[in-house]
């Protein structure tokens, strides 16, 4: 009885020093965005009920966004056009972290469906 209770004790007290090393090897949150439309993009995030800026993306490139949540949205401008997002992160192994990935579209692949 005395090992058992020894055994629950060590787990007790090694198992937040495991969950704490996990977590502290874990990538920080992030969204990376693809930019395909064939222009330079802006990149804005919704914060405290403003837009901000967040960079410009190259066209043909990708940027990482880092710490980002659940929820938070953010919006892409290239010449007149936007398009928005809100944060869905999913869990990436290969990331090693919670993402999302954004890609927008060039113009192949956004065209509108003609009207009748």
Known sequence: MKSV???????????????????????????????????TVELFAFVQDNWQSRGRISAGSSMPVYNVANGQRFRAVWGSRAKELVIKLAYDRTYGGWQQEWELPGQDTDRQAPTR
């Open 5 to 39: 209770l020894r055994i629950l004790v060590t787990m007790t007290c090694l198992l937040p020093w495991l969950w704490a090393a996990a977590l502290a090897q874990q990538q920080p949150s992030r969204l990376l965005v693809t930019n395909k439309t064939g222009t």
